[in-house]
């Protein structure tokens, strides 16, 4: 008599707090969009702040997937509160009932054309992290080649309520500063400009990476936003700042743009969140029921969220974060399912 | 006082004593939204008087924050008014208002 | 009334139809309308003769002018019965509120016109001041005895006529009652609330009506009456059988008709009158020059406060800015209210839709452009380094001019670097203001592409106007590739003229140098006061859409139709403000299935994004978007529309649609060039 477990999203998130699930003994479904498991991590190269290939933490998640119930290129197609449980049917027409769901759904890149004055889509040597990331993995873009002149520009889509995303994205500057790096890499000659707005080296080692950004590889970090982008007659970009320490607007000629997208919250997320009558919090994402004690719990019985569903995270952040919603969720069906608590007295009786 | 054969010289320091709290309450009670910038210099870079002249609403904001109402007249008196700055800043602020208000307040002075 | 009083005054007056039933010709009743009437005479006398000598004696000129142009005069008499009596404008937009309107009017002066042809024709003595000309026309069913049997054809006639225009002014009466308390049902989801002197003149105005059935059925009997009257004073009869105290009703009458002259003036129906100075004004051109005097006088009082304005502004998508209307505005304009006055002038959004919809062509947005004027001319300003700006060819350098900025000796010193030049004004060699682009032909004309600020923000016009300009082979140079100078309208939106006027004559001074003959503008805000102010002579300003209608009508951009629908959203400044409706349609027409929008043409909303609002906060301005995108999101029957892509042909109205909008937004001419072989 085991409980069903749904987890909706197979991102670093989903897959980590499956893992979890399925072996404290609950029976795990797993649905995912895409057609492979990983989400964002299958489309980035090398993480901060060490460089690890993406590959790694990926390999190791999967590793502990064993007995999980996986259903890829899936979707919800309805989901509804019953009195301890929930109805879940699927876009492959099984019909779950899972006495606990974990909603793992991840965020979406802000689209940076929204962003009209940096020209994303129009200019040709503008590109996104996202892409940039990409040709780190594939070496083929038209629009990279071989750059003398690189910046990248901070908060595309954050700190911006213009955009509508007032809160800041949290990986973007230490993201930025590895791309430079690795920019650096990959052009030796080329020098590289950081613009930001505040440089928020949060987390263990990043500052270690600022550092090597600034010693190793030369980058140059200017305070100020960049607001205007134009392009001259020979398609190099003319980007437009002000260098606020010293008070005076700065303009520079660059071959390559590349714009730090910032999280947003998922809209397929929203969907569910939706069907399940749940009203966001202001920055769009997951409202959950304690912003201090209680982060992994939705704001109904039985729901439970992990990762960047609540916000902007870091990839160990949003692991953590999906173990922590393991224990919840064991401690909430233990609570509220009394053969789940016999069993669990069975099976630590016999040893 | 001990003569120590050398005076300091004030100017070379802000002084935030200088800052004047009432009007700068006065301004804020004009357009609140001056409370809110975060100098990110949007606006100065993308400011169309600028490239022919010093002008610059977020100097002129940290100008006043710092006391100096005069200097901050000063950076907007070359402002054409076009809404470049209002549509680039980050945080939503009207600063075409805050710069007629700060021209009211300070100009006024 | 006795038999033998009747018998005496039927030998008296002989074979005549009509006969003075009160031998002095007055009644103590009419006493309270000769007062409120003679009062409202005076001060409209005093009024015209402040206005007239409050407005400046050139536009005295062209007032006396205009009113002997027969062109004008015949604006002026078609405009009066359309305007005042029909109310064709509220017609056209709201069937049922202009029968409303048009009712009382037209149905009022009716009933004046024929009670004066009455007396004139049966009375004619009674026409004389001394004879009671004040009020007789008005009570002439009191003073007069009909006798039943020698009614002629002629007088059954004007009984007819009287009582037909007393009913069509009732049905309209019960329509403004119903209006009161269910404004929806014609039309108006928002109407204004009145004053105390509106409701004083609003209740007196609702009773003058009924009452004036009342008392003229009381005494049909003996005056005479028709349709109406007559079986109504059977009623009576009826009820109260043979004898009729009809005394109470007329003063009753009386007495409202005193009220509502006398609370006119300090009410919103003293438009009744203004209304027709304000059209002489109009049609003469003259223009406010003060918010409050002269002209403006007229325009003010000429408001009926009808409330159309209320359901046309874009602010009040949230209730909290009703206040801001121009129908407030202009209240507050009446009574004085300074600080309130300044606060709503500096919140419009200056779309001008109220002045559009406005059925008496009420300026509202030039009344606070005015009242901004008073304000915020005053402010400093200093543009001594745009004298260092000449013709093409000419390099900027702006580090000389650059006026030297002040220390401040408060214990704060500029630092040295704000002393010193611009940085990239000086080290860029790109700082001329104009840039050769495209190929030169001989057989076009030259063509001037200035893009203006807003445009640099959004790069896809930009590129699109390039690429359209380079595939027709147009001859023409970019005026402000590195950025240009103002136009000057924000500074000129904002009451600061004098600011602007110095933009104005820099940009004009490079213009004219440059020799060319067609200016080409992308921003709709820059484009209008290109047109309207500039005047540059010789040259052509037109709107990118425009210029691009004309290379695809000379065949010179060769589209193709693609199966996508769009909607398009007229700018505010190019639709209501430049009158550049069909150019864009026409061309989108010939590339895209072009879906309309609930509301557009000069009912169009604006964006949220406007750069008239001096005061409004990006919160506000969001509302203000996303209402409108919901508006052209649909039909006007409410159906959605689901369009591929939301076009537009403004820099400011991209921007900030892009910013909120669901589906793909585009500029004209970057779904023209999409759409370009």
């Known amino acids: ?351 | 006082m001990v003569d120590f054969g050398f005076s300091l010289s004030p100017s070379s320091r802000i002084d935030l004593d200088e800052f004047d709290r009432k009007t700068f309450d006065r301004l804020l009670a004009l357009e609140p939204d001056a409370k809110k910038c975060m100098e990110c210099g949007s606006c100065s870079a993308v400011c169309t008087a600028s490239r022919y002249t010093e002008t610059s609403v977020r100097r002129a904001l940290h100008a006043l924050r710092n006391g100096c109402g005069a200097q901050a007249v000063e950076e907007l008196k070359g402002c054409q008014f076009c809404g470049k700055c209002t549509m680039v800043c980050p945080r939503g602020i009207n600063t075409r208002h805050l710069i007629l208000s700060i021209l009211k307040i300070y100009g006024a002075l | 009334m006795t038999k033998l009083h009747v018998a005496v005054f039927l030998q008296t007056a002989g074979a005549s139809e009509v006969i003075d039933r009160v031998p002095a010709s007055f009644s103590p009743f009419v006493l309270p309308f000769v007062i409120g009437i003679s009062f409202f005479l005076c001060w409209i006398t005093v009024g015209l003769i402040r206005v007239l000598y409050a407005i400046p004696a050139s536009d005295r000129r062209k007032l006396a002018i205009s009113l002997v142009n027969p062109k004008i005069a015949w604006k002026n008499i078609r405009d009066l019965f359309c305007d005042c009596l029909f109310h064709v404008k509220i017609w056209q937009r709201k069937p049922l509120l202009g029968y409303m309107h048009s009712s009382i009017a037209f149905g009022w002066f009716m009933l004046i016109v024929l009670g004066h042809i009455e007396v004139a024709l049966f009375v004619p003595w009674h026409l004389s001041f001394s004879k009671g000309s004040l009020y007789y026309p008005i009570f002439y069913r009191y003073f007069i005895w009909t006798d039943p049997a020698h009614v002629t054809l002629r007088g059954s006639f004007f009984f007819f006529l009287m009582d037909f225009f007393l009913l069509y002014v009732l049905t309209g009466i019960a329509l403004a009652v119903f209006k009161r308390f269910r404004s929806i049902v014609l039309g108006m989801r928002h109407t204004t609330k009145p004053s105390l002197a509106d409701r004083l003149a609003l209740y007196s105005l609702w009773l003058i009506f009924p009452l004036r059935l009342l008392a003229e059925s009381f005494t049909a009997d003996l005056s005479g009456g028709s349709f109406l009257t007559v079986p109504v004073n059977h009623l009576w009869h009826l009820l109260f059988g043979e004898k009729l105290y009809f005394m109470p009703v007329w003063w009753a009458y009386s007495i409202c008709l005193g009220v509502f002259f006398a609370a006119m003036p300090f009410s919103r129906y003293m438009h009744i009158l203004t209304e027709v100075l304000w059209i002489l004004f109009r049609n003469a051109g003259l223009q406010p020059s003060h918010p409050r005097k002269g002209v403006a006088e007229a325009e003010i009082y000429a408001c009926s406060s009808c409330g159309l304005c209320l359901d046309a502004c874009p602010m009040n998508v949230q209730k909290k800015n009703l206040k801001y209307s121009s129908v407030y505005f202009i209240r507050r304009l009446r009574r004085h209210n300074e600080r309130k006055i300044n606060l709503i002038a500096d919140k419009c959004l200056m779309c001008d839709k109220c002045h559009v919809l406005c059925p008496v062509g009420v300026d509202a947005p030039a009344l606070r452009r005015a009242q901004r004027k008073t304000v915020k001319n005053a402010l400093t300003y200093d543009y001594s380094y745009l004298s260092a700006l000449s013709a093409p060819g000419s390099s900027v350098s702006s580090a000389e001019n650059a006026p030297e900025t002040e220390t401040s000796g408060r214990g704060c010193s500029v630092p040295s670097a704000l002393g010193s030049s611009v940085s990239f004004a000086e080290n860029a060699p790109e700082t001329e203001i104009f840039g050769r682009g495209g190929a030169v032909s001989s057989d076009v004309p030259r063509v001037l592409y200035f893009a203006g600020c807003m445009t640099h923000l959004t790069p896809r016009i930009l590129r699109s106007v390039e690429e359209l300009f380079r595939k027709a082979g147009v001859d023409w140079q970019f005026m402000d590739r590195e950025g240009g100078i103002c136009c000057g309208r924000p500074l000129m939106l904002a009451g600061r003229t004098d600011a602007a006027a110095e933009l104005v004559a820099a940009n004009k001074r490079m213009i004219e140098a440059s020799g060319c003959d067609t200016l080409v503008l992308s921003c709709p805000i820059c484009y209008k006061i290109f047109k309207e102010d500039y005047a540059l002579s010789g040259i052509r300003v037109l709107h990118h859409t425009q210029f691009i209608k004309e290379l695809v009508d000379a065949g010179r951009l060769v589209l193709s139709k693609g199966t996508d629908s769009v909607v398009y959203h007229d700018p505010c400044e190019l639709g209501r403000g430049c009158g550049v409706y069909a150019e864009p349609r026409a061309v989108l027409s010939q590339i895209a299935d072009l879906k309309k929008p609930s509301q557009d043409g000069d009912e169009s909303v604006c964006c949220g994004g406007s750069l008239g609002s001096l005061t409004l906060n990006a919160n506000d301005r969001e509302w203000i978007t996303s209402g409108s995108v919901k508006i052209l999101l649909k039909a006007s029957d409410g159906s959605p529309l689901h369009p591929d892509a939301l076009v537009t042909a403004c820099p400011l109205c991209l921007k900030t649609f892009n910013e909120a909008a669901p589906v793909p937004v585009k500029d004209f001419a970057e779904i023209v060039l999409e759409h370009s072989a």
Not at chain 1, 48 to 76: H, Q, R, Y
Not at chain 1, 131 to 141: I, M, N, T, V, Y
Not at chain 1, 211 to 234: H, P, T
């Open chain 1, 1 to 351: 008599m085991k409980n069903n477990v749904l987890i909706i999203g197979g991102g670093p998130a989903g897959m980590e707090a499956s893992a979890q699930l399925q072996r404290l003994g609950y029976n795990v479904i797993l649905i995912e969009r895409e057609s492979t498991l990983g989400g964002h991590l299958n489309r980035w190269d090398r993480l901060f702040p060490e460089g690890v290939p993406a590959s790694e933490p990926l390999e190791a998640l999967m590793k502990n997937m064993n007995g999980v119930k996986c259903f890829t290129d899936t979707e919800i197609q309805s989901i509804n509160r019953l009195d301890k449980s929930f109805n879940v049917i699927l876009s492959n027409g099984i019909t779950v009932l899972a006495d606990a769901v974990l909603i793992a759904c991840g965020f979406d890149l802000f689209d940076a054309s929204r962003k009209e004055e940096y020209g994303y889509g129009i200019y040709d040597h503008v590109i996104t992290n996202a892409d940039l990331e990409a040709w780190f993995q594939s070496k083929s873009d038209d629009r990279i080649d071989n750059p003398k002149r690189v910046g990248f520009v901070h908060c595309v889509g954050s700190r911006d309520e213009k955009a509508g995303c007032r809160g800041c994205s949290k990986v973007c500057c230490v993201t930025a500063v590895k791309e430079a790096c690795e920019i650096k890499e990959a052009f030796p000659d080329a020098q590289v400009y950081c613009f930001y707005m505040d440089l928020r080296m949060f987390g263990r080692h990043y500052e270690d990476l600022y550092l090597k950004a600034q010693k190793d590889y030369g980058v140059r970090f200017i305070r100020g936003r960049v607001s205007e982008v134009s392009e001259n007659q020979d398609r190099s970009l003319l980007v437009k700042a002000e260098d606020t320490l010293s008070s005076k607007p700065v303009q520079i000629t660059l071959d390559l743009l590349v714009l730090m997208a910032g999280m947003r919250h998922s809209e397929a997320g929203r969907r569910i969140a939706d069907m399940l009558n749940l009203a966001p919090e202001d920055d769009g994402f997951f409202a959950v029921r304690n912003n201090l004690t209680a982060n992994q719990q939705a704001r109904m019985p039985g729901l439970f969220l992990a990762g960047a569903a609540t916000g902007p995270k870091t990839l160990p952040e949003s692991l953590a974060d999906a173990r922590s919603a393991a224990a919840a969720i064991d401690h909430y069906l233990t609570d509220i399912f009394p053969q789940t608590r016999k069993l669990k007295k069975l099976v630590k009786k016999n040893g």
